[in-house]
């Protein structure tokens, strides 16, 4: 008896010690793809995209959407719009944003959504908007990529930096010159965006599905 009280004492005391556990340390997943190199802000954000657009910036960018993919050519004539978007594609901002407004037979918007990392890369990047540049006389053509104005007060219609529009609409939508700063067109995929602005809508004039992008340098 005495013998086997000590072997189940024994069995007791190794059933119950605890056995150390690796812990596998886990990254932190990363919303963007690089480290913004500043935080911009309404001070710093011209001077900081006029340094900028000096380097030698590629001209074109992919969008890869679910329902195909769009080539835009970026405009000279929009240097600061330009220098912009690239900055935001390198950073890689807009990917798993969505085209998150949808007007039929209009436009189809782009470069937000209702996702909380959205919000937190844009207080990553920094809050800043941009001044119109109309006076190249750019026009609102179909495909032209423009940038919508902020929803914020906003009398001047200075422009929302992280996001963007494509007019879809026959026949140009030439009203909206003067208001609104083209800064790119789509060299392929029109009918990409044609199958993007036929989808069905709510009431706010979103998507009734989600329409995600990733936005990729080309050249």
Do not use: W
Not at 18 to 28: A, E, I
Not at 39 to 59: M, R, V
Not at 134 to 150: A, T
């Amino acid at each position: 008896m005495g013998c086997f009280s000590t072997q189940k004492k024994e069995a007791t005391k190794q059933i119950n010690t605890p056995k150390k556990t690796l812990v596998k340390k886990v990254k932190k997943k990363t919303l963007l793809l690089h480290e913004p190199s500043v935080f911009l802000d309404e001070k710093n954000a011209i001077p900081f995209l006029f340094e900028y657009q000096k380097k030698e910036l590629p001209d074109q960018v992919k969008i890869s959407t679910p329902f195909g993919e769009i080539i835009v050519q970026l405009l000279d004539e929009a240097p600061y719009h330009k220098a912009n978007f690239i900055y935001l594609t390198r950073l890689g901002y807009f990917n798993d944003t969505f085209f998150h407004r949808v007007v039929p037979n209009f436009v189809i918007q782009g470069g937000n959504s209702d996702h909380p990392n959205t919000s937190k890369k844009r207080r990553r990047i920094g809050r800043y908007l941009l001044p119109p540049d109309v006076k190249k006389g750019l026009k609102h053509h179909r495909g032209i990529v423009s940038m919508p104005s902020s929803e914020m007060d906003n009398p001047h219609r200075l422009a929302s930096p992280y996001e963007f529009f494509i007019v879809q609409q026959k026949g140009g939508a030439y009203h909206l010159d003067g208001n609104y700063t083209p800064f790119g067109k789509v060299l392929k995929g029109m009918d990409v965006v044609d199958r993007i602005n036929a989808q069905a809508i709510d009431g706010r004039e979103a998507p009734i599905d989600n329409i995600p992008m990733k936005v990729e340098i080309v050249k």
